[in-house]
């Protein structure tokens, strides 16, 4: 499926399946070690996700956020991911993503600082902490 623009394939998966094919491919692709296409893959997964859908937001702005530090990748190209997984991370958060720890990480160093790094922080330390599902008798 990964070509030269590994997304280019992810348009011919069915829609019902594709945003977790998205999703296992730019963690694989992570993993690997091969940070522009899985900032790439990330960028579709974010595209492709629904607005409610908080966790694989999230997973894209980590992935994202990984390639900031990602070694693999120049000193110009590593600022773009970075603030390509912040503009991700504040639509998880407004789909409801709000744990905190998930952003203790080394990949979240360079957006740290940020303004609108902290400013989401304060969101998620404010919103209530979601009530596990009551368990069935």
Known sequence: VVSQDPAQGFAQVPEPIR???L???????????????????ASHLATNASVS?????????????????????TDTARPTYS???????????SAGFNDRN????????????Q??????????AAA???APAPRRK
Do not use: Y
């Open 53 to 73: 859908d908080a966790e694989n937001l999230f997973i894209a702005a980590q992935i994202l956020a990984r390639c900031g530090i990602a070694p693999e990748l």
């Open 19 to 21: 945003v977790r094919v």
């Open 128 to 130: 209530l902490p979601v």
């Open 102 to 113: 998930a952003l203790s990480g080394s990949e979240w160093e360079p957006l740290r600082q």
């Open 23 to 41: 999703q296992i491919a730019a963690e694989w692709l992570s993993i690997s070690k091969k940070a522009a296409a899985a900032g790439t893959v």
């Open 115 to 124: 303004p609108a790094f902290l400013k989401l922080d304060q969101q998620m």
């Open 83 to 93: 603030a390509e997984a912040l503009k991700v991370l504040q639509r998880a958060v």
